[in-house]
């Protein structure tokens, strides 16, 4: 069993809707979700497309993918989690917008949110105590003879490349695209995209993945609300 600290729109929030459809599955239920019909775009290419980013399900990473430390069982990763959630205030992203991103597709924000950027490096350092040192086998997955010196000493010390400045939010929509593609699958991601893309999105909790087995779908274990996010609901 493998765990990631994600974060995912609640399962009512249209973002989560459109972008579960555009993927083919919900991370929620587990089930898959009928495709969209994309004109110019054949089904057998648009499963490829999203094939890689449908297993990990609609998220932005917080914390990547791991296994627990000796002697850490998951009641207590839950615990850490909820008493740490209900300590952080949300995070308004003003607007996402599709960006490509060497090549794949993801939502970012359009503008740099640095208390985004604070809230990811706090979930790094707090949970790193529950995260088992990386196999031989998932560092070789990194490909760290592409990563920089930067982003090797973070996958070293971190288990992950892309923390703290080489963080990068993001959401990822699709897998690598030819160069030759990318103009038109950007098209098609914006007008697939663009009725959800107009609403501030509020990063209101964590959610907690799993990894049942290696290669078998991420689904989400449970939603963690932040502080306040219930009572601004209620005001």
Not at 7 to 18: E, R, Y
Not at 85 to 90: L, N, T
Request: aromatic share 10%; glycine share 4%; net charge negative.
């Amino acid at each position: 069993m493998r765990y990631a600290i994600y974060f995912t729109p609640p399962s009512a929030d249209p973002l989560l809707k459109v972008a579960a459809n555009w993927l083919g599955r919900n991370a929620f239920t587990g089930q898959p979700v009928r495709p969209p019909q994309i004109r110019d775009l054949a089904h057998e290419d648009f499963a490829q497309l999203t094939e890689s980013a449908r297993r990990y399900g609609f998220h932005a990473t917080l914390k990547a993918p791991f296994h627990l430390a000796e002697g850490i069982e998951e009641r207590e990763l839950l615990s850490a989690l909820m008493h740490f959630a209900s300590s952080i205030d949300p995070v308004e992203i003003p607007k996402l917008t599709i960006a490509n991103l060497e090549g794949f597709f993801a939502l970012v924000p359009e503008e740099p949110v640095d208390r985004l950027n604070q809230l990811a490096n706090d979930v790094t350092v707090a949970f790193d105590r529950f995260r088992a040192p990386p196999s031989e086998a998932e560092i070789k997955r990194r490909n760290p003879e592409k990563l920089s010196l930067a982003q090797r000493r973070n996958l070293e010390q971190w288990g992950y490349p892309y923390v703290f400045e080489e963080f990068r939010f993001h959401m990822t929509l699709t897998g690598p695209v030819p160069e030759r593609d990318r103009p038109k699958i950007e098209r098609i991601l914006s007008e697939f995209l663009e009725p959800v893309l107009e609403e501030p999105v509020e990063i209101n909790n964590l959610a907690l993945f799993t990894e049942a087995e290696p290669g078998f779908p991420f689904e989400i274990h449970s939603l963690h609300p932040l502080a306040g996010t219930n009572r601004r609901k209620t005001a």
